[in-house]
């Protein structure tokens, strides 16, 4: 799902963000997804960092629309399977003092 023309995704409470926040995934080929942080993850499903989920070991989470999603992508739980550029692992999460508005 996007909104501002950014991906919403979920993130630990690592990175001290709050709904709405603008928020990039740096991938390791070069690659910046846009995103805006749409829900947190829960402490409790995260590593001692509160930064990688204990089932994925992912710093984030895409917000899905069930009905609209691809049904690879779905099925897999893998969100780098949208673009081939996206198959390369985050190397950095910046975070903005930027808000979408609603």
């Not at 942080?37 to 069930?66: L, R």
């Not at 779905?74 to 950095?92: C, F, I, Q, T």
Request: glycine share 4%.
């Amino acid at each position: 799902m996007k909104l501002d023309d950014r991906y919403l995704i979920a993130v630990g409470s690592r990175f001290d963000t709050v709904a709405g926040q603008y928020i990039d995934l740096v991938l390791e080929n070069g690659v910046v997804i846009e995103c805006i942080m749409g829900d947190a993850k829960a402490d409790v499903d995260t590593d001692s960092t509160n930064t990688f989920t204990y089932k994925s070991s992912c710093c984030s989470e895409f917000i899905i629309d069930e009905a609209s999603i691809r049904s690879d992508i779905y099925e897999r739980g893998n969100a780098s399977l949208k673009y081939a550029s996206w198959d390369s692992p985050v190397v950095s999460v910046v975070v903005y003092d930027q808000y979408c508005e609603i």
